[in-house]
């Protein structure tokens, strides 16, 4: 998990809240990305990034948005179109197309 | 499109004994293959990968892996398991024709090791 951080740990979301999760890496990678796992699924892609101010949707985009707007920065905001959003949330990073390297994950709870 | 498969949702192993987690995949070209650990609670830890060169991939924790092309399967092995090595392994793979990486996972295997 060194070198890259998410906050928060645990997040709890209402019904119809926006929430942003925080991923920062200091390992000077240039792409990044966003996974959600659920039980027995696997990690699916939500976003990625290869460049500052620039990204692409995943497999699973629908009800959610990034912003890239640093290198060291790739926030996810779940909004309220996610209509089942309760996932661990992972955040990734890799220096162009080598070994992607994880967060520690930020695990999400709808109320 | 590239996929992968983990056939076994868990293996039980006990501590001292080979253990081996089965992974087959499915790309248009060369692979890139990788594995990674989960503990719980946690991101994944990156333990291999294998890109090209020998068949025979060593990585963290006394982990290796080989690669077969034939069988289309990239297996991860120890040799004599731990109960620390009691976790989430989730295989993936990369194709490299893609002009990014996408890596695809498998749905995971949880091993248990017991003592």
């Known amino acids: 998990d060194g070198g890259i951080t998410q906050s928060p740990k645990y997040l709890f979301r209402k019904e119809g809240q926006n929430v942003t999760l925080s991923c920062e890496q200091n390992?000077?990678?240039?792409?990044m990305y966003w996974y959600r796992q659920d039980p027995g699924q696997g990690l699916r892609l939500i976003y990625y990034s290869q460049i500052v101010n620039d990204f692409q949707k995943g497999d699973i985009a629908e009800g959610y948005s990034v912003s890239r707007e640093k290198k060291e920065s790739f926030p996810l905001t779940v909004t309220s179109a996610q209509k089942n959003p309760t996932a661990f949330y992972l955040c990734?990073?890799?220096?162009?197309?080598?070994?992607?390297?994880f967060g520690p994950g930020t695990r999400l709870t709808v109320l | 499109a590239q996929s992968v498969a983990q056939p076994e949702d868990q293996v039980n192993v006990a501590e001292g004994n080979p253990l081996t987690v089965k992974c087959t995949y499915s790309?248009?070209?060369?692979?890139?293959l990788f594995w990674y650990v989960q503990y719980p609670n946690r991101g994944l830890q990156f333990l291999l990968k294998?890109?090209?060169?020998?068949?025979l991939v060593k990585g963290s924790y006394g982990f290796e892996a080989e690669f077969n092309k034939s069988q289309t399967s990239f297996h991860l092995k120890k040799p004599s398991a731990l109960v620390s090595d009691s976790a989430l392994y989730f295989c993936?793979?990369?194709?490299?024709?893609?002009?990014?990486?996408?890596?695809?996972f498998g749905t995971g295997t949880r091993l248990l090791v017991s003592p």
């Open positions: 390992l000077n990678h240039d792409a």
């Open positions: 993936a793979v990369r194709d490299p024709n893609t002009g990014f990486q996408k890596l695809v």
């Open positions: 790309v248009s070209g060369n692979p890139y």
């Open positions: 990734a990073s890799s220096i162009a197309a080598d070994t992607q390297y």
């Open positions: 294998y890109i090209t060169g020998d068949n």
